[in-house]
């Protein structure tokens, strides 16, 4: 039986390598996730499924089959919004990132929480002459964007740092998915391997690799409504895995698992 196969696509290294990270912190260890840009994918592999955000669906839908494909909303948390909220009446805020359409969507999204009251400059580092890039950032006081865009692999990098000052306040975003986007991929894993063992013979072997599926798909949607709500949430219960249990019983289990997971990805 071959193994699903699981790829984090981003418009850059960067969008990918944060939406790897994410994967890995919600399904633990027994996944492979790999990597890849948007613009590297020129079609799809068999028994893969791609993740990717939002901005990246509509360009990767032609590629990826629909059934592989799974767009992730991608939000920053609470804390963000609200350091963005503490920023004096009418400043200039610059949001940095490397394609125009996430700066949009990150001043929106402030916007439409009430942060409204702030002047909003999108810096797009690869569509906007680097030259400009830096007139911006040497007079910005606030920045703010994804996370891994304002580190040393983009704005404190070599190529800009020296145009940031010393006493900018630079805001971070750390983004996570949404309950209803991680439930659809955790739907689509469980259906995944209940196809796989269709017919599949009862052994020791299988019984195992179902149970860690099972466990994984479990652990994956704690983890999911923790990273969205907080560590107190209150987590999504379902019945113990029984080692002991016949093949037959652990794709019932793994049956019941894709039905509620899949009610949990409906909006």
Not at 27 to 32: A, Q, R, S, Y
Not at 195 to 213: W, Y
Not at 227 to 246: C, I, K
Request: charged share 20%; aromatic share 8%; net charge negative.
């Amino acid at each position: 039986m071959r193994e699903l196969n699981i790829v984090a696509v981003g418009s850059s290294p960067l969008i990918a390598a944060e939406i790897q990270g994410l994967l890995q912190e919600i399904l633990g260890k027994f996944f492979t996730v790999d990597t890849a840009t948007t613009d590297s994918l020129q079609k799809a592999t068999s028994d893969t499924f791609y993740i990717c955000a939002n901005t990246q669906g509509k360009k990767l839908q032609s590629v990826i089959p629909q059934e592989q494909l799974f767009i992730w909303e991608l939000h920053p948390t609470t804390r963000f919004f609200l350091d963005i909220a503490k920023i004096p009446a009418g400043s200039d805020v610059y949001v940095f990132n490397n394609l125009l359409p996430y700066t949009e969507l990150l001043a929106k999204e402030c916007q439409s929480l009430g942060i409204d009251n702030l002047n909003f400059h999108p810096l797009a580092y690869m569509k906007m002459p680097h030259n400009e890039i830096c007139a911006e950032l040497n007079k910005a006081r606030y920045i703010i964007g994804v996370e891994c865009m304002l580190g040393q692999e983009a704005l404190l990098s070599e190529q800009f740092r020296d145009a940031v000052q010393p006493d900018t306040k630079i805001i971070p975003g750390h983004r996570s998915a949404t309950i209803q986007c991680v439930s659809q991929l955790l739907a689509a894993i469980a259906e995944f391997y209940l196809a796989k063992f269709d017919g599949a013979s009862d052994t020791k072997g299988n019984r195992e690799i179902l149970e860690q599926v099972i466990n994984t798909l479990k652990d994956a949607a704690n983890r999911a409504v923790t990273s969205r709500l907080g560590a107190n949430a209150p987590l999504p219960t379902f019945e113990e895995t029984l080692s002991d249990g016949s093949l037959a019983e652990h794709k019932s289990m793994l049956a019941y698992l894709a039905q509620k997971l899949a009610h949990l990805s409906i909006k």
